[in-house]
C-alpha cells in the first residue's frame, strides 16, 4: 500500500488545531516539525543540530504531518481536510502540501524527528533507535513507535503520563483504552501496576503495543488485545485511561463508572479546548468528580475519580 504524507504549514498557535482535524479523521498520530521547540532542546543539549535537515531548522514556522492509506476514502478526506482548515480562526489559510510515500519509504521516513524527551519528574520517553543516558531517578520507557502512532511527546499523552506519576502507588489494576503504541499501559506497568487491560481497535495498534510492550519487558503486567473500547476489558479496576477524542469520552464515561472501584481513577485526554467543559459535565453526570485539569495549547486533560 501507499500512503500520502499531507503537510500543513500553520503558525504555532495552530498547531494544535490542525493535529485534532488529523485525529478525527483518523491519521492516528501526527509528527509535528517545530523549528522553535527544536532550536530550544538544541539549546538546552538535548538534541544536536546536525540530526535535523536544515530546511527543517531554517523554516519559518512549524509543520504538521499526517499520513494516511492511498485508498478510496482518501479524496473524502483531503476534501473535508481543506473545509475544516478553512474553517480555523487564523489569520492566513494554512498552506497543504501533499506527496505520495511509497511502503517502503513510509516505514522510516519519520523516524528523524523523534527524540528521547524526560516528561513529569521521573519519566523518560526513547526512541528504540536513539541512545540516551537517564539522569538518576528517572524510568526509561523505550518505544518502537510506527509510523502513525508518534513516540509520546504529543500533549495529550505527557499529560495523561504526568497524572499517572501522581495516583499509580504500586499493585492496581489500570484499564489503557485506544492504547496506541501502549506507552500509557507501558507507564502504569513501570509506576508499579500490577495488571493493565492495553486496548485498541486497530490491529496495527495492537501489533505495535505488543512488540513495546515486550521491548519494556513489561509483559508479566500488561495484556494487550484488539477490541471496542471496555468490551473485553474485566472489573473491577482502579485506573481507567482514555486518551482519545471527546465523543469517545463522553460514550465511554458511564461504562466507566460500571468497572471502576468507588474512589477509582478516570484519566482522560485528547479533549480540545472548545470541547473540555462539555467533557467535563458528561463526566459528572456520570457520577465521576473532577480533581485535576491540565492544559497544554489547545488540549485539555481530566483527572477524575468515582464517587463512593
Known amino acids: 500500500m501507499n500512503w500520502l504524507e499531507i503537510a500543513v504549514h500553520v503558525p504555532h498557535e495552530g498547531i494544535d488545531m490542525v493535529s485534532n482535524i488529523f485525529e478525527e479523521l483518523g491519521a492516528g498520530g501526527v509528527v509535528i516539525e517545530d523549528p522553535a521547540l527544536i532550536s530550544r532542546y538544541i539549546a538546552a543539549n538535548i538534541w544536536d543540530h546536525y540530526e535535523f535537515p536544515e530546511e527543517v531548522l531554517n523554516r519559518p514556522m512549524p509543520v504538521v504531518k499526517a499520513y494516511l492509506p492511498d485508498n478510496v476514502d482518501l479524496e473524502d478526506k483531503l476534501a473535508s481536510i481543506q473545509i475544516r482548515l478553512a474553517e480555523l480562526p487564523l489569520e492566513n489559510l494554512p498552506r497543504v502540501e501533499t506527496i505520495r510515500v511509497a511502503e517502503e519509504d513510509w516505514a522510516t521516513s519519520w523516524m528523524a524527528y523523534y527524540k528521547p524527551v524526560e516528561i513529569g519528574k521521573k519519566l523518560a520517553v526513547k526512541p528504540s533507535w536513539e541512545d540516551y543516558s537517564p539522569p538518576p531517578g528517572r524510568l526509561v520507557l523505550e518505544l518502537d513507535p510506527g509510523m502513525a502512532f508518534g513516540c509520546g ?78 468490551d473485553k476489558v474485566e472489573g473491577p479496576l482502579d485506573i481507567v485511561i482514555a486518551n482519545i477524542i471527546a465523543n469517545v469520552i463522553i460514550l465511554l464515561a458511564p461504562d466507566v463508572s460500571g468497572i471502576i472501584r468507588p474512589g477509582g481513577y478516570f484519566i482522560t485526554s485528547g479533549i480540545i479546548r472548545f470541547r473540555a467543559e462539555e467533557v467535563k459535565e458528561k463526566l459528572e453526570q456520570a457520577g465521576f468528580i473532577v480533581l485535576a485539569t491540565r492544559e497544554d495549547g489547545e488540549w485539555v486533560s481530566y483527572l477524575s475519580t468515582l464517587e463512593g
Do not use: S, W, Y
Request: charged content about 20%; some cysteine.
Open 153 to 230: 511527546n504529543h500533549p495529550t499523552t505527557t499529560m495523561c503520563m504526568e497524572f499517572l506519576e501522581d495516583i499509580v502507588q504500586g499493585g492496581e489494576t489500570v484499564a489503557d483504552v485506544g492504547t496506541g503504541t501502549g506507552i500509557l499501559a507501558i507507564t502504569a506497568a513501570k509506576l508499579g501496576a500490577a495488571k493493565v487491560f492495553a486496548v485498541d481497535l486497530d490491529q496495527v495498534a495492537v501489533d505495535i503495543a505488543r512488540e513495546n510492550i515486550g521491548l519494556n519487558e513489561v509483559q508479566g503486567q500488561v495484556d494487550v488485545c484488539q477490541g471496542n473500547l471496555l
